[in-house]
Structure formats: structure tokens, C-alpha cells
């Protein structure tokens, strides 16, 4: 008896499934027609899904656990996954007419998690294959910074993507030069793969395209960087690419502007620092130029924008014609040594945006600054602390602290601020006994360098010197010294010391 199937008669998977039979269309001699019949039911009935849970796209460093479910049936049937790429394999579990087995992914979605899942369903010496992709996307924006050269130079355009977490695989990148067309033949260069560099809490990955000889034909030419996180031999970067978070563009130009800004110091008055930046604009037509400053702390490296809108600070608009711009700084931002920046920006036809070199400059203000010619001062019945105010390098004086301790020990008696320079004593002093007094200045809540003195509110008699000594130099000459006195002995200022002899006998008398 000749028996033939067709292909219609056969289960058919997803795109991604197939039957481990390589004829769609056979002739099958059957002696014993009831078995055979049989074992070919079983198999043309098994059925083979895979789900995923959640269903929502799964985005790099979240906390996310994704499920996949392999289903498949009627029972009895052995579902199993074959070799996943990343997860925990559960135990195959049953419901009514079907089995099920679940792969559950790590809690943080990583890119090691993307790749091409298959799973297997088999019953009565059939087997069934589906596979099922899973993707994992960036959300991040791109950023592209190329710097203009002159023709002949070399050029190197970096794409890059900061993250707030470190990645198990490298990031992918890929550039795409005019008319979509991958730019890697001869002087022209691409790293792909970054495995990124922390800094701080951030991590940042970076592909950069390089130039090696700039010709004529960069000039205005526009190449596209995307970023992919394919990692399964199923898909390749250029074959299949997937552009994941934002797609960013750059624009080389080449030969467009030099400019070589300058910053002069400018003047620094009465709490007021202003610093000129100056951009030189060779081209015969200039187009409009904007210059921008910057500040970093001296030794960080790490540049801030600076802009009105910071307290204390103000930038002015450069005129139309003009090569100049002005950095005023004031009060609290004054505060600390600081390098600043000017960076110059052109906008050339085309809208394409020009960074020229950048200059800077180190305007130091420390604060370190001291009081000087502290003393006592008598006031009518009042007692009062004066001293002149620090010369500080455009800093202006907040106000000023006073403190007043017992000269051994350091036991604090009382402390005041004024924004005068005098501080009148408000508790009582032992007369002849040493005070210490300290006095510092604040310049917002910057404390400068302190000055001290020891001071007393009112001098009595001294009491007299100890340990007095007398040393015969020679027959003519003898030398007296002592110890000198401390405060607590002097019990006031000493000015000098008085020194006064009388002979115990007249020479020649007798005796």
C-alpha cells in the first residue's frame, strides 16, 4: 500500500521554528499501516510557542527579570532549552494537554542577556525547534565632537555615551559615511568596541573615527555613528544593523576657521574680577562668533560652564562685529584658585557648529589672607580689640571673628563677629593677667588665615627678675644676665629691663 504526505499535512513553527524532516514531500511504504499512521499523529500534532514576560523592550542596566516560556504539546512531551546565552533553566511543568519550561534571565538586564534563544519539544522520536531573539537597547544619548583641521592633518571624530553603570560586554558602535556607506578603507579608521572608562560614578564608552590625511573631499561631509548591542553569531553588526537610544551625526570641515583666543586679566576692583577673551577671525567673511568661558578648580581638570545665571557671576554678549567678551566675577564665586576658559564657537554655512582653539588662563585668588597690627585699645571705660584689615587680591571682607581665650590652657572667654575692625570686650579681665586674642576674616563662608596676640586689659608693676647672674669678662668688665619674664610674671608689656650697679668699696680704702 503507497501512502503519500504532502507538506500541507505537516505542522509548520514561527519564522524561527522548523522540522527536523529535509523533505516536504515523501512517499512512505507501509507494511503495518495502524503503527505507522500512529507515530506520524504524534507528530504532526506537536505544537511549539515561546513568550516573553514582561513584554516591554528590554533596556541595558535595568532591573528588570525577563522570563521566557517554552510551551509546547499535546502530552506527553520533553520541552528543554539548548545552551541559552544567559538565565536559570526551571523545571518543566505541566498544564492540561501542555508542558511548559521557563528560562529566567539575570535581575539586571545586561548585554551578555541578548541573543538567539532555541528550545526544543520532542515526543515519540519527533523534535521540533523554535528560536526566539531577545534584544537588549540602549537608552542614552549619543554625543559626536570633531575638532576642524587644515587639510593634510590628521582627524579624529569621537562618538561616545555616558551610563551610569558598568557593562558586561563592550558597547558596539558603527559609522556610516556618505550615502550610508561604511567609511573604512585606507585613511580612513574605526575602533568599534568599547569596553568604557569610569569616571566617577559614570561610565563612558567611545568610538572614535579617525582621518589620517584630511582632503578636500571631507570638506562638509557628514558621517553618522550608531550604536548596537548584537552579541550572537545569528546577526552581525553591518549585516544586520540595529541602531539603539539616539543616532548622532557629525559634520567635517575642514579648512573652515582658525581662531587662537586670548584672555587678558583685565582688572580686579572692589570685589570685581573681569577677564577679557579675544578671538582673531582671519577670513575676509567673518561669520558671527560667540565665545564662551569655563572654570575649573586648580587640579581637578574638570571644566564647568560659566553663565549668568551662576550667582556672582556675569557674562556679557559679544557685540555684533566684535572679537571681545567679558567674565565678570563677584562675591562668593570669587572664592578658591581657579583655571578659567574661553572657548571661541563660529557658526559657518551649513549651521555647522566650529570649536577653535581653546585658552586658558590661571587666575588664582587664595584665601589666605590675614589681619595685621592686632593690639588693645583703650576706649573711655571700655576696652576694645583693633587691627588693620588683610590685603586680599579682589576679595572683599564678609566680616570678622573675634575670640578670646585664657592665655595657658587655650579656654575660650568669649567670641563675637563685627564688620567694623574693632571689637569691644564685653566680659571682665583680671587686671595683669595675659589674654590671648585671635581674629580672623571670612570672605562669604571662606575663612582666611588667623592672626594672634597676646594683650592685656590693663599692666601692673612687674615682679623682678629671676636667677640673676654676674660673669667677670676681664679686670674691667662684667657681664649680668637673668632670666627674662613670662607674661604671667611681667603681669603687663615689658618695655625694658633697668639695670643699675653701686660699688661695696671705695678702691684704696682699707680694708
Not at 583641521?149 to 560586554?169: A, E, H, N, Y
Not at 561631509?221 to 550604536?227: D, E, F, G
Request: glycine share 8%; net charge neutral.
Amino acid at each position: 500500500l503507497d501512502y503519500k504526505l504532502t507538506s500541507a499535512q505537516w505542522g509548520r513553527g514561527t519564522p524561527f521554528g522548523y522540522c527536523n524532516t529535509t523533505s516536504m514531500n515523501n512517499v512512505f511504504h507501509i507494511a503495518f499501516l495502524i503503527p505507522i499512521l500512529l507515530v506520524h499523529a504524534s507528530a504532526q500534532s506537536i505544537n511549539i510557542t515561546i513568550t516573553e514576560e514582561p513584554s516591554s523592550p528590554a533596556t541595558l542596566g535595568a532591573s528588570t527579570a525577563y522570563a521566557l516560556t517554552c510551551t509546547a504539546g499535546p502530552n506527553p512531551i520533553n520541552v528543554t532549552w539548548i545552551t541559552p546565552p544567559a538565565g536559570t533553566v526551571g523545571a518543566q511543568t505541566t498544564s492540561g494537554s501542555t508542558s511548559s519550561r521557563t528560562l529566567t534571565l539575570p535581575s539586571t538586564v545586561q548585554l551578555s542577556n541578548a541573543g538567539l534563544y532555541v528550545c526544543n519539544a520532542s515526543a515519540n522520536g519527533v523534535t521540533r525547534t523554535i528560536s526566539y531573539a531577545f534584544n537588549v537597547s540602549v537608552s542614552a544619548t549619543l554625543n559626536v565632537i570633531s575638532m576642524p583641521q587644515p587639510l593634510g592633518s590628521q582627524l579624529q571624530v569621537s562618538c561616545s555615551v555616558s551610563v551610569g553603570f558598568s557593562t558586561d560586554k563592550p558597547l558596539l558602535f558603527m559609522w556610516a559615511g556618505p550615502n550610508g556607506s561604511v567609511p573604512f578603507s585606507g585613511r580612513i579608521s574605526a575602533n568599534n568596541a568599547s569596553s568604557g572608562s569610569q569616571i566617577g560614578g559614570t561610565y563612558i564608552y567611545t568610538s572614535t573615527l579617525t582621518f589620517s590625511t584630511l582632503s578636500s573631499q571631507d570638506n562638509n561631509t557628514i558621517y553618522q555613528c550608531l550604536l548596537g548591542t548584537m552579541y550572537t553569531p545569528y546577526f552581525t553588526m553591518y549585516s544586520s544593523p540595529t541602531s539603539v537610544g539616539s543616532t548622532s551625526s557629525a559634520t567635517i570641515v575642514v579648512n573652515a576657521l582658525v581662531l587662537t583666543p586670548t584672555i587678558s586679566s583685565g582688572t580686579c576692583q572692589q570685589g570685581v574680577l573681569q577677564l577679557n577673551c579675544t578671538a582673531d577671525r582671519p577670513l575676509s567673511v567673518v561669520p558671527p562668533l560667540m565665545l564662551s568661558w569655563y572654570r575649573s578648580s586648580v587640579g581637578s581638570g574638570t571644566f564647568s560652564p560659566l553663565d549668568s545665571g551662576v550667582p556672582g557671576i556675569n557674562v556679557s554678549s559679544t557685540p555684533s562685529g566684535s572679537n571681545t567678551n567679558t567674565l565678570s566675577v563677584s562675591g562668593s564665586s570669587l572664592s578658591g584658585s581657579y583655571v578659567y576658559q574661553c572657548m571661541a564657537l563660529v557658526t559657518v554655512p551649513g549651521d555647522v557648529t566650529v570649536v577653535a582653539n581653546v585658552t586658558t588662563g590661571v587666575v588664582s585668588f587664595s584665601i589666605s589672607g590675614v589681619v595685621s597690627r592686632l593690639g588693645l585699645q583703650y576706649y573711655g571705660q571700655l576696652s576694645r580689640i583693633v587691627w588693620e584689615a588683610p590685603v586680599v587680591n579682589c576679595n572683599m571682607v564678609s566680616y570678622y571673628t573675634v575670640a578670646m581665650t585664657t592665655y595657658s590652657g587655650g579656654t575660650l572667654i568669649e567670641m563675637g563677629t563685627t564688620t567694623d575692625q574693632n571689637y569691644t570686650l564685653t566680659k571682665n579681665y583680671t587686671a595683669g593677667v595675659p589674654y590671648n586674642v585671635t581674629v580672623w576674616a571670612l570672605f562669604g563662608t571662606v575663612a582666611g588665615g588667623n592672626t594672634s596676640q597676646t594683650i592685656f586689659t590693663q599692666e601692673l608693676a612687674p615682679s623682678s627678675p629671676l636667677s640673676v647672674k654676674t660673669t667677670s669678662m676681664n679686670g674691667s668688665t662684667i657681664l649680668v644676665s637673668w632670666n627674662p619674664l613670662s607674661p604671667v610674671e611681667a603681669r603687663g608689656f615689658v618695655r625694658y629691663y633697668l639695670v643699675t650697679w653701686t660699688p661695696s668699696k671705695a678702691r684704696g680704702s682699707p680694708g
